[in-house]
């Protein structure tokens, strides 16, 4: 027999097999480098998304904190001759340079906390009806795009509608209650507050609702809960942290509105006893006097206004991420 001929035959198929082993080899290694490849590129990516976040939040700080210093620096020269009396101080005199913030103070926190009194029912009532009555259907989106434009209107449209429809009626409710019908004053304020601050509190709170597992109402109906107590005993204590959220929106809205309350409180710097006197906000006071402030110390305690008032909205805010924290 001829040994040649054998040993390419024996040979050959080894040949075959260390091709496919190095050809295999080669493959794995280029599927492996470009996996390595694939991950350094996401790992840039990652990181460099990341230092984009740290940078857009260190940005949002260092605005929050350029407002705060601007305030200040602006508002000094009425910090250094008025002193702490200036926050409860009861007149407001720039004639005679007697500036007093306690009226604007509390026409602020009346109109606002009243105003946000008055829409939670009608908030919650929305939120409940379109997230867990009838959360689809043509009349839920109607009522929700109707919301949703209720935040969309302008305020200098509701501060319209106020003197054209809400004056009067207050005017005639004030005469049946045999309160001088002026009309004007914090309770207007209020009404109109209220309608303004209501898509705020509504969409959070049907956007909660909906987020509520099934399987937790499913287990209530199916021990004989009916609809009202499921929604008592089971939604409201799931989703009680963010209705509380939405109605702390709600409040920061009130506080910092302008236009429409300028347009129906009145006006008047005296101090507010009852829910149907005339006043101001530290808002509208502003709005109405910053251009005619001819003094260094009258422009300067305006602008403290504006200083009492980010303060009155971060100690607000920080008290309601506390509760929230315990509600969680």
């Known amino acids: 027999m001829d040994t040649s001929i054998n040993k390419d035959v024996i040979t050959r198929p080894e040949d075959s097999l260390g091709r496919v082993i190095t050809s295999t080899i080669n493959a794995t290694s280029v599927r492996t480098a470009g996996r390595i490849r694939r991950s350094y590129r996401q790992i840039r990516t990652e990181n460099v998304f990341r230092k984009t976040l740290i940078i857009v939040s260190l940005c949002m700080v260092v605005l929050i904190l350029g407002i705060l210093f601007t305030l200040i620096v602006q508002a000094f020269p009425s910090i250094k001759a008025l002193g702490a009396g200036y926050l409860w101080g009861k007149t407001w005199d720039p004639v005679q340079d007697v500036y007093g913030a306690l009226p604007f103070l509390l026409g602020t926190l009346l109109t606002s906390f009243l105003g946000l009194l008055i829409s939670l029912p009608f908030s919650f009532a ?58 004007y004053g914090i309770f207007s304020s209020a009404l109109v507050l209220s309608i303004m601050v209501i898509p705020y509190s509504a969409s959070l709170g049907r956007s909660m609702i909906t987020m509520v597992p099934s399987s937790l109402k499913e287990a209530a109906y199916s021990l004989g809960a009916t609809r009202w107590e499921v929604i008592r005993s089971v939604i409201i204590p799931y989703t009680k942290s963010g209705l509380f959220a939405g ?14 309350v300028t347009m129906v409180i009145g006006n008047t710097t005296q101090m507010p006893h009852s829910i149907f006197d005339t006043g101001n906000t530290m808002a509208s006071v502003i ?12 422009n300067a305690a305006l602008i403290e206004l504006g200083l009492v008032l980010f303060f009155v909205t971060v100690i607000i805010n920080v008290i309601g991420k506390k509760v929230i924290g315990k509600f969680s």
């Open 287 to 298: 709005a109405n006097e910053l251009g005619e402030a001819d003094k260094r110390v009258y």
């Open 126 to 183: 929305v939120a409940i009806f379109l997230g867990e009555y009838y959360p689809k259907g043509w009349l839920p989106n109607l009522l929700k795009n109707a919301v949703e434009l209720i935040a969309a209107v302008p305020s200098v449209i509701y501060g319209f509608w106020g003197l054209a429809v809400l004056i009067p009626m207050v005017q005639s409710l004030e005469t049946k209650m045999g309160v001088p019908p002026v009309g």
């Open 247 to 260: 109605v702390l929106l709600s409040l920061g809205r009130a506080l910092g509105e302008t236009m429409a």
